[in-house]
């Protein structure tokens, strides 16, 4: 049987609008189109997969319940639209910043492929037919590492990222056009509207 295709996606920046460590639910707000943009790439058979690094658990800004109250309203909120993700994965450590156990080098935290390479365990991923989508070059480089085909969006950091980026790496507006670029590629042109 064949593996699963999926779309990774950085969570801020790229599914919703960057707000330094974000942890109430009262500041998450999507980028537009963004619901719409993840229900076409669900309806045209990828799992979705959110990728995010997490620092602020490491630096005592929030907590993992803060983060998992955030990814429940997240995830509530995308059913209204009628999308969803498959699954979320975190990184909550940093190996200068953290407190305690989160202060280590790990293997999850973006640039490094750690959280990818879960999910593709996980959830019996092709990484080499999959994509990563994200606002950093930390994002394109776990993708690249990960053996993804890297987009970056320019929500977000994007447009001070940009220049850094390793030749051939394509560069969208936002998740949006992303996901728009994806299914032409896959030869499912969809009606997203313009």
């Known amino acids: 049987m064949a593996k699963n295709r999926a779309v990774f996606l950085d969570r801020d920046g790229t599914i919703n609008v960057e707000v330094e460590y974000l ?34 658990i490491a630096r ?21 639209f009628g999308a969803s993700l498959d699954a979320c994965y975190f ?10 156990d989160y202060r280590t080098e790990c293997g999850c935290r973006k640039p490094l492929p750690g959280m990818l390479e879960q999910a593709a365990e996980d959830l019996d991923i092709d ?9 950093k070059l930390g994002d394109i480089e776990a993708g690249i590492a990960a053996g993804c085909t890297s987009i970056l969006v320019l929500t977000g950091y994007g447009n001070k990222e940009v220049a850094k980026l390793p030749a ?8 949006l056009a992303a996901a728009e670029a994806i299914l032409k590629l896959d030869g499912r042109g969809t009606d997203i509207p313009g």
Request: glycine share 10%; with cysteine; net charge negative.
């Open 91 to 100: 990184c909550p450590h940093h190996p200068e910043h953290g407190t305690g």
């Open 60 to 80: 005592g800004y929030y907590d993992e319940a803060a983060l998992e109250s955030i990814h429940e309203h997240m995830h509530q909120d995308l059913a209204s």
């Open 23 to 56: 942890s109430q639910v009262d500041d998450f707000q999507f980028i537009p189109g963004v619901p719409w943009a993840l229900k076409c790439l669900k309806e045209a058979g990828y799992l979705l997969v959110v990728v995010t690094n997490q620092s602020g």
């Open 127 to 135: 990484l080499a037919a999959s994509f990563m989508i994200g606002d």
């Open 168 to 175: 051939g790496v394509a560069v969208f507006p936002d998740l």
